[in-house]
């Protein structure tokens, strides 16, 4: 059985720099103060800052450092760590290397300290200790300024490391969940994880991605639709993470087996912002992703989604049919939802009835009648499709169609008087005509429902802070994208960086579209099952611009980038 650790007053009664009295003494001072035992010796005389710095170094096992030994002031490397820190924690930095950062530090026990810093710098702490006093003097007389922390410390303060993180706490501190029951051990715990939720929020993510491998969980934000790496969290503060989360989006802490899925909702900034949180059991762990639902997202307004006029005035012209199905196609993620929503926030008014059939709800919105699918009680979208059509609705939007039932009863809805919208997973615009074919739906109900068929994607748009005219943009995408050198000389833009995009060169999202409006032509072409090719040409004859046409038009106003454009609507020859 492993030797418990002896407390300080023990080892110094032990070394005889206080006798058992004493101690008794300056352990009733500390508790009546509040103060650690080593504080109210050195304030009542009794020890020495050395003899208690030196105490708390044989307790935790530690070295020792004298400042004002001889070459000891020539090891440290302030550079290593921001200045910030140094002086609000008290902390000198001596090493780096291998993923391990040494330190020297006057408080062994302040763990929230070491975890924020494993976060903040990406490496394991070793630590060495040195009296308080001398590590203030070194800062004061090395960087000047003055050290910050010599004074009680708030025991709220280890998270909290620069202006950033200051303005995180702020918002955080109101958001925690005070009805949990949380011990003093899982404080830190319980502060990184809300610093991370706040912090994906302010860097504009769209996700939050915690990945466990073999020696290091991985944390990354989707930003503008790319994953860029964060930090790597201790491998032994998974459980802690993960269980903190899945109890802030109750789900079930003890289930690791099967997947599960829960929501957070938290305050950051004053604004109240939703997670969908999805729990995947992978070799290591549990994946667990975080969608982070802006409200304000769905609210911006047709004309921001990135329709070029005719396109505009096209879908505006489109959702105020009284009937027929609308379809948005695109992959996951290409803002679908976004754009229907956008759509319903336009027609939400007193004289109209709109019920949505949706897995899951992802925003909430006042005077709409919105339904969250539970396929595991038999609601299911067949179902919940059935009842709305009793429910006299003017408009209904069914989340996705998914199987030749759901899209029969949703064609039926569009031919008795529904205006109806919905998704689909294709790749373009006429793909969905033979996508529902092939589910099974008839030929002639497909011609005779769709009013029109929209596919979409989203592209990066460039910072206006710091884009810049490309004086050689790569030959291979212009050519992609269909634009001659002549025709963007001057025009094309290239990604800089700066601190607005935090070095990206790019900051946001806007759509590309292809909208494609039913004819005669192309509904006979339908009826007749003829292959995609043939639709694709007749849409465009009847004037569909295709996505990357419509990217096209982004770059040439310097919008975006032909690499962008490219990379999105995944052109064949990209890359």
Not at 261 to 285: E, L
Not at 287 to 310: A, H, Q, T, W
Not at 428 to 445: E, H
Request: with cysteine; hydrophobic share 40%; net charge positive.
């Amino acid at each position: 059985m492993a030797r418990s650790r002896k407390k300080l007053g023990e080892i110094l009664v032990g070394w005889g720099v206080i006798s058992p009295p004493q101690l008794e003494t300056a352990l009733s001072k500390a508790k009546s103060s509040g103060k650690r035992l080593g504080d109210a010796l050195i304030e009542m005389s009794l020890a020495s800052e050395e003899q208690v710095t030196k105490g708390l170094a044989n307790q935790f096992a530690l070295e020792y450092i004298d400042l004002n030994a001889n070459g000891v002031a020539a090891q440290i490397n302030p550079k290593l760590i921001p200045e910030d820190l140094i002086k609000k924690h008290l902390i000198l930095p001596l090493s780096k290397a291998g993923g391990k950062m040494q330190l020297i530090t006057h408080d062994p026990a302040d763990l929230e300290l070491f975890d924020m810093l494993r976060f903040r710098l990406n490496a394991d702490i070793e630590t060495k200790l040195a009296q308080r006093s001398q590590i203030r003097k070194f800062i004061e007389t090395s960087l000047g300024g003055g050290a910050k922390a010599d004074k009680p410390t708030d025991p709220k303060a280890g998270l909290v490391t620069d202006s950033i993180d200051r303005s995180i706490d702020k918002s955080v501190d109101k958001s925690v969940d005070k009805s949990i029951d949380i011990s003093s051990d899982d404080a830190p715990i319980v502060r990184l994880v809300q610093r991370i939720l706040a912090e994906a929020v302010k860097m504009r993510a769209s996700d939050i991605h915690i990945e466990p491998f073999g020696d290091r969980v991985r944390l990354r934000y989707r930003i503008d639709g790319v994953c860029i790496e964060r930090d790597n969290l201790p491998k032994r503060m998974q459980n802690s993470v993960l269980s903190r989360l899945k109890l802030m989006a109750a789900m079930n802490i003890a289930e690791k087996r099967v997947p599960q899925d829960g929501r957070i909702k938290i305050n950051v900034d004053d604004g109240q912002i939703d997670f969908r949180v999805s729990a995947c059991p992978v070799y290591h762990g549990e994946s667990v992703v975080l969608r982070i639902l802006r409200p304000d997202s769905v609210k911006i307004g047709l004309p921001n989604l990135g329709f070029e006029e005719d396109n505009l005035a096209v879908f505006n012209k489109i959702i105020r049919r009284p009937n027929g199905i609308f379809l948005v196609t695109g992959p996951t993620g290409s803002g679908k939802t976004t754009t229907l929503y956008s759509a319903l926030d336009v027609l939400n008014k007193p004289d109209t009835k709109i019920i949505t059939a949706e897995d899951p709800i992802e925003y909430n919105f006042k005077g709409i009648n919105q339904v969250q699918i539970r396929e595991k009680i038999g609601l299911s979208f067949s179902v919940v499709l059935k009842t709305m059509l009793r429910q006299a609705p003017n408009i209904i939007l069914v989340g996705e169609i998914r199987d030749r039932e759901v899209a029969e009863i949703a064609i039926q809805a569009a031919l008795t008087g529904h205006l109806v919208f919905s998704t689909l997973h294709t790749n373009d615009a006429p793909s969905a005509i033979t996508r529902l074919i092939d589910m099974g739906v008839k030929p002639f109900l497909v011609a005779s429902a769709i009013q029109a068929i929209m596919a979409q994607r989203l592209v990066r748009v460039l910072c206006p802070k710091c884009k810049d005219i490309d004086p050689e943009p790569d030959a291979k995408y212009m050519r992609i994208v269909g634009i001659t050198p002549e025709e963007g000389a001057g025009k094309v833009l290239r990604p800089v960086g700066c601190d607005n995009c935090n070095q990206t060169g790019y900051r946001g999202r806007k759509g590309i579209y292809e909208m494609m409006v039913m004819n005669s032509e192309i509904r006979e072409l339908a009826f007749k099952q003829e292959p995609v090719a043939k639709i694709r040409a007749a849409a465009i004859a009847n004037g569909m611009r295709s996505l990357v046409n419509d990217g096209k038009i982004k770059i040439l106003k310097g919008v975006s980038t032909p690499e962008e454009v490219s990379r999105s609507t995944q052109v064949e020859g990209v890359v």
